[in-house]
Nanobody, 121 residues
């Protein structure tokens, strides 16, 4: 069973910065992708950023492009989200996501416990 642990959430002022971190217990060789999603009571779960193993080209939600940056340290089974110039609309619970792909097996999604980010003045 792959487990994910998130940290770094909190309260931040508009225009400020926050860094979210996530580690997982899976085998690094099986990682297909790592990323971050967010969810609020008023909005469905939304992809924020994702990095796919291999090409490593990151994808971002249009709303965070130029402000958020995803990074990976595969040797440490870690992924982070640097959030700069945050806005009130960034307020959400952020979930770390790891996609595993073992040879001959289908893709498997694993999720962190969620960490609250509140952007407020």
């Amino acid at each position: 069973q792959v487990q994910l642990v998130e940290s770094g959430g909190g309260v931040v002022q508009p225009g400020g910065s926050l860094r979210l971190s996530c580690t997982h217990s899976g085998n690094s060789v099986d990682v297909f992708a790592m990323g971050w999603f967010r969810q609020t009571p008023d909005k469905p779960r939304e992809l924020v950023a994702r990095s796919t193993t291999g090409d490593r080209l990151p994808i971002y939600a249009d709303s965070v492009k130029g402000r958020f940056t995803i990074s990976r340290d595969d040797a440490k089974n870690a992924v982070a989200l640097q959030m700069n110039n945050v806005k009130p609309d960034d307020t959400a619970v952020y979930y770390c996501n790891v996609v595993m792909k073992r040879p001959g097996e289908p893709l498997e999604n694993y999720w962190g416990q969620g960490t609250q980010v509140t952007v407020s003045s």
